[in-house]
């Protein structure tokens, strides 16, 4: 059986793959090795009894923390919006974003967190 978690990460790539507004930018379901910003990944989960919780990394290719905040705006929204096959999602929450400057690369970045309730759909 594949955990929940995996059919909401799924849903989510390509649901950001799928948007307009972020045409141009790399959708990746896990950090790449050699792919050149802007770019998103989902970095993480944290998984708990009743929850899952997605973390993306969010690239925007320069020094700009207003890039940054651009796209994960967009990824939020996306995201706010999921339907994934077999679940139900219940509740969606952003739950944070962080950005910061990268020190080895001198790129802007952002960390954007958001929590999923989800049930299998019967």
Do not use: C
Not at 7 to 14: D, G, I, K, R
Not at 37 to 52: E, K, S
Not at 75 to 80: C, D, K, L, P, T
Request: without cysteine.
């Amino acid at each position: 059986m594949t955990h929940p978690i995996i059919e909401l990460q799924s849903a989510l790539v390509a649901n950001l793959r799928g948007d307009p507004g972020l045409a141009g930018v790399g959708i990746f379901d896990a950090p790449p090795q050699a792919a050149s910003p802007p770019y998103v990944a989902i970095a993480r989960h944290d998984l708990l009894p009743r929850d899952g919780d997605v973390t993306l990394h969010v690239w925007a290719g320069q020094p700009s923390r207003k890039a940054a905040l651009a796209i994960a705006e967009r990824v939020v929204a996306v995201a706010e919006a999921l339907t994934a096959v077999g679940l139900a999602v219940t509740h969606i929450q952003h739950e944070r974003t962080d950005t910061a400057i990268d020190g080895e690369t001198g790129q802007a970045r952002a960390a954007v967190a958001v929590r999923f309730f989800s049930e299998p759909v019967a």
